[in-house]
């Protein structure tokens, strides 16, 4: 077999262990998604691969997300633009874990499968799973990114992460976006940022990029958000 049909092979076992928490396979197992009951947001996790592996070192990297078509309906309509994605979130596995930061390459040669496998779906039921749940009760979500921003359990380090403005306001208020965004400037220590992000935006319509925490700034300015002191 070619290292993309053992690859193959371990989504698929994956995607078993997985199946009897609603999963569904996609890409040959390479992607798995699900609905929350509410049919509002679709979880996914996807396991990207290595264009160098060979027969005894096979890379998987498994990327947690969720999404919200109605969310993606509403910032295409709101920014008169078809590139807006519905995305709330998306990360490494290893970052809801107490691996964070690590970028483990899970190696699923044939050989490493019946170890590495059981040990990766173990990390996806026990941290992963959890914080899908958690979108089961958005209203309890959104109180705790208020205060806390979006920490989406112990392990997950909210430093450099942005906010998700548009997923507070379509969900919550644009109250509840203010006040996430206050806290989140005061705890970051980005007001300067801010500051400077929003003079941008009114000179020249456009940001720097100067930083990955820029992306909230832009949202906050497009939403008429304030800058508090």
Same mark, same amino acid.
């Given at each position: 077999?070619?290292?993309?049909?053992?690859?193959?092979?371990?989504?698929?076992?994956?995607?078993?262990?997985? !199946?009897?928490?609603?999963?569904?396979?996609?890409?040959?197992?390479?992607?798995?998604?699900?609905?929350?009951?509410? *049919?509002?947001? %679709?979880?996914?996790?996807?396991?990207?691969?290595?264009?160098?592996?060979?027969?005894?070192?096979?890379?998987?990297?498994?990327?947690?997300?969720?999404?919200?078509?109605?969310?993606?309906?509403?910032?295409?309509?709101? /920014?008169?633009?078809?590139?807006?994605? *519905?995305?709330?979130?998306?990360?490494?596995?290893?970052?809801?874990?107490?691996?964070?930061?690590?970028?483990?390459?899970? @190696?699923?040669?044939?050989?490493?499968?019946?170890?590495?496998?059981?040990? &990766?779906?173990?990390?996806?039921?026990?941290?992963?799973?959890?914080?899908? +749940?958690?979108?089961?009760?958005? $209203? @309890?979500?959104? $109180?705790?990114?208020?205060? @806390?921003?979006?920490?989406?359990?112990?392990?997950?380090?909210?430093?450099?992460?942005?906010?998700?403005?548009?997923?507070?306001?379509? /969900?919550?208020?644009?109250?509840?976006?203010?006040?996430?965004?206050?806290?989140?400037? !005061?705890?970051?220590? &980005?007001?300067?940022?801010?500051?400077?992000?929003?003079? +941008?935006?009114?000179?020249?319509?456009? %940001?720097?990029?100067?930083? !990955?925490?820029? !992306?909230?700034?832009?949202?906050?300015?497009?939403?008429?958000?304030?800058?508090? *002191?």
């Amino acid at each position: 077999m070619n290292t993309r049909e053992i690859f193959e092979i371990g989504c698929k076992k994956i995607y078993d262990h997985l !199946v009897n928490f609603g999963f569904k396979s996609v890409k040959k197992g390479q992607l798995l998604k699900k609905v929350s009951s509410d *049919g509002e947001f %679709i979880y996914e996790i996807y396991f990207q691969s290595s264009l160098r592996n060979w027969s005894g070192n096979i890379s998987i990297w498994p990327h947690i997300s969720v999404s919200s078509n109605s969310l993606k309906k509403w910032q295409m309509e709101k /920014y008169n633009s078809n590139e807006e994605s *519905g995305l709330v979130f998306s990360t490494r596995l290893e970052n809801l874990t107490p691996l964070k930061n690590k970028n483990t390459d899970w @190696n699923i040669a044939q050989n490493n499968q019946e170890n590495i496998i059981p040990r &990766l779906c173990e990390l996806i039921e026990k941290y992963a799973i959890p914080v899908f +749940e958690r979108f089961e009760n958005i $209203d @309890n979500f959104l $109180d705790d990114i208020v205060e @806390n921003s979006l920490a989406l359990n112990k392990h997950f380090d909210t430093k450099h992460q942005n906010l998700p403005i548009d997923f507070l306001i379509y /969900y919550g208020n644009i109250d509840i976006a203010q006040k996430a965004f206050d806290n989140y400037l !005061v705890k970051q220590k &980005l007001r300067n940022n801010a500051k400077r992000v929003f003079e +941008e935006m009114k000179k020249t319509g456009k %940001i720097s990029n100067q930083f !990955v925490t820029d !992306v909230t700034m832009y949202r906050a300015y497009l939403n008429s958000l304030k800058i508090k *002191g």
